[in-house]
């Protein structure tokens, strides 16, 4: 039987993702907050603004009625920006059933309450089952899949058929999908990363090479592990696709947003020249507000989410920023690795 998905969200990864369950012989129907989004792709099969020079898929079927977009669907995909991303559950709440799985493929925290995504989306709907809940992330540029390109993801979810459900409705010989039951993880490496892509990109700009981007990448991993390990992520995630997997792309690859909204900042722009000056989201300028006061709230060591904090936030200058981390107090590499080495007991 053909499986018929909803897809919120007809960004860059709403299309893209939609693009591979068309591929996959599913039926979609793509919901666009903008009636302009839906006509274009109605009758030119493009969405110019998110993805130029692609061509969508027959298959995929826009609406700008969520209503319409939901009905009669047994898998909904959720991808708009975190911002938004409380009120858009808000509003499918009166439209989905109690049996509809649900996974989502956004990549930040909750604002206000400084909580996990699929956290929000069992509060704002809840008759949602939290077996039905799965998260999808990864090192993965929509340009790059909506091009076919080969591609690696992980579907996270606390019950193992629902992670296999999705594997199977998205997996294809050029977007492969794991599954990994660590929900915590797989959300908090998404989200957190996108702080380090916007250090990445001021090292960049301010002239700093490949030494300082790697250094920038190692610590940014260990701090993302730290607080993950802190609200009840496993360790091992971080080790891949949702972890270091995803900070390679989003540090290295031209295609990120955060990495060229830091890139500016680090030339000397002000965040909101930054800001004004990019059509797409920067979710890395919430994550950093939202991990910061997690990591006072939790005692975990962050400096270089600290530094940039003072840099988007506090009036700090970049270069200011990066004199701050150079100056740190000395440390071990690895607290618990120089602990429970006997040969450097004191
Ligand atoms: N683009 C990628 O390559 C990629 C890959 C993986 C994950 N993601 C994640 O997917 C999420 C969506 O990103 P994107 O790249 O599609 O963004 P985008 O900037 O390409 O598009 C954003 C979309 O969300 C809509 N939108 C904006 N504000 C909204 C709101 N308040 N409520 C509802 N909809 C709103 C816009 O109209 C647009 O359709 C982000 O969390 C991002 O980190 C993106
Ligand atoms: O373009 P970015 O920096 O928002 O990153 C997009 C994806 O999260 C990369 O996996």
Known sequence: MQSSVAVIGAGSWG???????????????????????????????????YLPGIRL?????????????????????????????????RELSAFLSSDVKVIHATKGLDKDN????????LEEVPQLKPVNLAVLTGPSHAEEVSRRSPT???????????????QDLFMNSYFRVYTNPDVVGAELGGA??????????????????DNAKAALMTRGLMEISRLGLQLGAAQMTFAGLAGIGDLIVTCTSKHSRNWR??????????????LSSM?????????????????????????????????????????????????????HEMEEVARISMSWES
């Open 152 to 166: 690696t993801v992980v579907v996270a979810s606390q019950n193992r058929v629902t992670a296999e459900t999705f």
């Open 261 to 274: 909204a830091g890139y500016q900042l680090g030339q000397g722009k002000t965040i909101d020249e930054v």
């Open 114 to 121: 400084l909580i996990r995504l699929s956290q929000v989306m």
């Open 192 to 209: 957190l990363k996108n702080i380090i892509a916007l250090g990445a990109g001021i090292s960049d700009g301010l002239g700093f090479g």
């Open 15 to 49: 299309t893209a993702l939609a693009m591979v369950l068309a591929d996959n012989g599913c039926k979609v129907s793509m919901w666009a907050r903008r009636q302009e989004v839906v006509d274009e792709i109605l009758s030119e099969r493009s969405n110019s603004k």
């Open 279 to 331: 059509n797409m989201v920067v979710e890395g300028i919430y994550a950093t507000k939202a991990a910061f006061q997690l990591a006072e709230r939790h005692q975990v060591e962050m400096p270089i989410t600290t530094a940039i904090h003072s840099v988007l936030f506090e009036g700090r200058s970049p270069r200011a920023g990066v004199e701050d981390l150079m100056g740190r107090g000395k440390t």
């Open 57 to 89: 898929p027959e298959t995929i079927y826009p609406t700008a009625d969520l209503q319409h977009a939901i009905k009669g669907h047994h898998y909904v995909l959720v991808a708009v920006p975190s911002v938004g991303f409380r009120n858009t559950m």
